[in-house]
T-cell receptor, first 116, second 113 residues
Framework: DTAVSQTPKYLVTQMGNDKSIKCEQNLGHDTMYWYKQDSKKFLKIMFS???????INETVPNRFSPKSPDKAHLNLHINSLELGDSAVYFC???????????????FGPGTRLTVL | SQQGEEDPQALSIQEGENATMNCSYKTSINNLQWYRQNSGRGLVHLIL?????REKHSGRLRVTLDTSKKSSSLLITASRAADTASYFC?????????????FGTGTKLQVIP
């Protein structure tokens, strides 16, 4: 039983295309995240949603747009893909105690995006 | 700027030896977490230590936290080949509002059978 799942696992596409990555968690968590891990393994938060509300929005190009249809799903849509977008994108979820302070994060398996 | 910096960047040891990884951070924290990432996989949570705790154990893992030095260490005792992975520390700041987890640069551990 997969706790946090992402699709697709691999995504190879041409520059300029638009693509989406989907994430679902069956842990009943309130908060979900998108992270980007670059080729040097540096992991950086992009967005966070709590109960479908955007709570963290880091300095990310507006070509990246997250969407949370319900608290179990958080999708990431990327417009006009660029070479520099190539990375591994991880979805994660957590249930912050008291609703604010981040606790244990549960990660998905990652989506490796390659932009040609 | 990045919150957590890990040291060493890479570590290679023989099976059965102990492995120690260090993490330094810059601002006041609510808690510090350690994660493991196997090659090509997502991160897996190992242990969380809160700012009012100094040491925590979980199986072969021992984590210490020194808030005066803004540093933490992860000790893996009696290492196994299966411990080969990258290890990341992650910090949650002690400030108001929604908090974000900031990850360090990671230590790549290789355990040689």
């Amino acid at each position: 039983d997969t706790a946090v799942s992402q699709t697709p696992k691999y995504l190879v596409t041409q520059m300029g295309n638009d693509k989406s990555i989907k994430c679902e968690q069956n842990l009943g968590h309130d908060t979900m995240y998108w992270y980007k891990q670059d080729s040097k393994k540096f992991l950086k938060i992009m967005f966070s949603y709590n109960n479908k509300e955007l709570i963290i929005n880091e300095t990310v190009p507006n070509r990246f747009s997250p969407k949370s249809p319900d608290k179990a799903h958080l999708n990431l849509h990327i417009n006009s893909l660029e070479l520099g977008d190539s990375a591994v994108y991880f979805c994660a979820s957590s249930r912050p105690p008291g609703g604010r302070v981040s606790d244990t994060q549960y990660f998905g398996p990652g989506t490796r995006l390659t932009v040609l | 700027s990045q919150q957590g910096e890990e040291d060493p960047q890479a570590l290679s040891i023989q099976e059965g030896e102990n492995a120690t990884m260090n993490c330094s951070y810059k601002t006041s924290i609510n808690n510090l977490q350690w994660y493991r990432q196997n090659s090509g996989r997502g991160l897996v949570h190992l242990i969380l230590i809160r700012s009012n705790e100094r040491e925590k154990h979980s199986g072969r893992l021992r984590v210490t936290l020194d808030t005066s030095k803004k540093s933490s260490s992860l000790l893996i005792t009696a290492s196994r080949a299966a411990d080969t992975a990258s290890y990341f520390c992650a910090t949650v700041p002690n400030s108001g509002g929604y908090q974000k987890v900031t990850f360090g640069t990671g230590t790549k551990l290789q355990v040689i059978p």
